[in-house]
């Protein structure tokens, strides 16, 4: 028997919570605004929002932008166990990668592409950098 999965609902604060992180971080990776709405898939008036410190801002992103979040964090927790340097774990994804995947240009260029496959698959290599630090 098929069972109907539900879509999984986040609260605003999650929601607020996860969407300032991504935003910083992206923020410190030197992604420009319109790199940044692509890559989590949220409007210019959203972004700017999130970067406001307003605490009565709510808002309510579906599971798609909520794993965006969640992928940029991750690649965020692995670019820190992999670097001690903070000019790494931060210019990491800004710097040109000859790898295959990559082909000289850098993570960021490639998940500024805005769909999730390219997210994905950057979160994917960078996280093959951890090898058997686990």
């Known amino acids: 028997m098929a069972v109907a999965s539900q879509p999984q609902s986040f609260s ?21 605004s319109e790199q940044a709405c692509r890559i989590l898939r949220i409007s210019r008036s959203t972004y700017t929002r999130a970067r406001q410190h307003d605490p009565d801002w709510a808002v309510a992103l579906d599971a798609d932008q909520m794993q965006r979040i969640s992928l940029v964090l991750n690649i965020h927790a692995t670019l820190r166990l992999v670097f001690d340097n903070p000019d790494n774990v931060y210019g990491f994804v800004s710097m040109a990668n000859d790898n295959e ?34």
């Open 101 to 134: 995947f990559f082909n000289g240009r850098s993570p960021l260029v490639i998940m500024a592409q805005g769909d999730m496959i390219s997210l994905y698959e950057t979160f994917r290599r960078i996280d093959m950098l951890r090898g058997a630090q686990w």
């Open 12 to 32: 605003k604060n999650q929601c607020v919570t996860g969407l300032r992180a991504a935003v910083g971080i992206l923020e410190k990776w030197h992604a420009s």
